[in-house]
């Protein structure tokens, strides 16, 4: 680091905090500070008079500056991080993280691309193929299918559990998992079509991502919380905040 200086401080920007700094003498002792207070207290009171500044008042009691109060309260928390660091009660990320579930197929994985690719375009309903049924069945016996689907983006956080519709073994999604380095959580691997509400519930799920509305639905009614991923199939539906366009825009969950 180069070589401070300590000239630079402007002295009435300096004269004023002193003042206000003294201001508190009437109610307490000299250095009283410096056994510490809540960092969210002086927080409060920095965003007091900020907001006070913002709205265009300049003076509090004795013609203080407002302004000044707010440098003051800030040289204090600068002061903090080195004596008294124990203090720090932000609220900077959830202590209990969530347990999440994530579906694959067009949450994580591309299926509806590869899908498209080889038995052509599908739906925008949910149930508009008669071909389906069919069509699944014939990708069960396709393990390079489900291995070498290219996966939608890049994941990042840590997934608790994959809960997801796929009549397949499971090995064949952990290799796809492994080769994309995705996280490496246990499998819940259902039925097509199968409810996935009582999986949900026996792992305690608090945060479900999928694409399948009626699953979002039944979350719902059940009290979990659930991100719907935008597809064709799903984007008629208003569910406010509920929607993501990509599962890499949770990054603030865990």
């Not at 049924?133 to 290219?150: A, G, H, T, Y």
């Not at 608790?160 to 796809?176: G, L, M, V």
């Amino acid at each position: 680091m180069n070589k401070i200086r300590y000239d630079l401080l402007p002295n009435y920007g300096v004269q004023e905090v002193y003042r206000v700094l003294n201001s508190k003498l009437k109610n307490h002792q000299i250095d009283e500070w410096k056994n510490g207070l809540p960092w969210r207290d002086i927080l409060s009171s920095l965003n007091y008079h900020l907001l006070e500044f913002e709205k265009g008042n300049d003076f509090y009691e004795e013609n203080l500056y407002h302004i000044a109060s707010v440098a003051a309260s800030a040289l204090l928390l600068t002061e903090y991080y080195q004596i008294y660091p124990q203090g720090d009660n932000r609220t900077i990320k959830q202590i209990n993280d969530p347990i999440i579930g994530c579906d694959l197929d067009d949450v994580i994985f591309s299926f509806t691309e590869m899908y498209e690719a080889r038995f052509g375009k599908m739906s925008s309903y949910w149930n508009g193929d008669y071909n389906m049924s069919d069509n699944l069945k014939e990708l069960q016996k396709d393990k390079d299918f489900w291995v070498n689907m290219p996966i939608k983006s890049v994941v990042p956080f840590e997934i608790d559990y994959y809960i997801t519709a796929r009549s397949i073994p499971i090995e064949w999604t952990q290799e796809a998992i492994q080769k994309n380095n995705l996280p490496k959580a246990p499998i819940y691997s259902l039925p097509w079509n199968v409810s996935k509400i009582k999986t949900l519930k026996d792992l305690n799920i608090d945060i479900m991502i999928d694409d399948k509305f009626s699953t979002y639905k039944e979350c719902q009614k059940n009290n979990i919380f659930c991100y719907l991923v935008t597809t064709e199939a799903n984007k008629r539906y208003d569910v406010g905040h509920h929607r993501i366009n990509n599962i890499s825009e949770l990054k603030h969950i865990k």
